[in-house]
């Protein structure tokens, strides 16, 4: 079993920066996958970022990348998401997601409960 908590979300302009963290109870965390999901309103929630165990191998959705930057420090059992950059369209509800197998094909095993993000204009 694990569980994740989110932090770090808020209110940013344009252009802003903001650094998520996702903080994992459970002595094997640094087994799994961990990557980032989000929802915006009215809309599916959908990838963002992925990170392997060992944090060599990463993913991101073309929508954040060159923007977003993922993170892991196992020693802290903890995920960071370094959003820089951001625009209105990366306001939604951010949720930290663990997996044995693909975050990428959505095979979640688990969920956090989720940080609001909102990016004004």
């Known amino acids: 079993q694990v569980q994740l908590i989110e932090s770090g979300g808020g209110l940013v302009q344009a252009g802003g920066s903001l650094r998520l963290s996702c903080a994992a109870s459970?002595?094997?965390?640094?087994?799994?996958?961990v990557g980032w999901f989000r929802q915006a309103p009215g809309k599916e929630r959908v990838f963002v970022a992925a990170i392997g165990w060992s944090g060599l191998s990463t993913a991101y959705a073309d929508s954040v990348k060159g923007r977003f930057t993922i993170s892991r420090d196992n020693a802290k059992n903890t995920v960071y998401l370094q959003m820089n950059s951001l625009e209105p369209e990366d306001t939604a509800v951010y949720y930290c997601?663990?997996?044995?197998?693909?975050?990428?094909?959505?095979?979640?095993?688990?969920w956090g409960q989720g940080t609001q993000v909102t990016v004004s204009s």
């Open positions: 997601a663990s997996s044995m197998r693909s975050l990428l094909r959505y095979e979640v095993d688990f």
């Open positions: 459970g002595r094997t965390f640094s087994r799994y996958v």
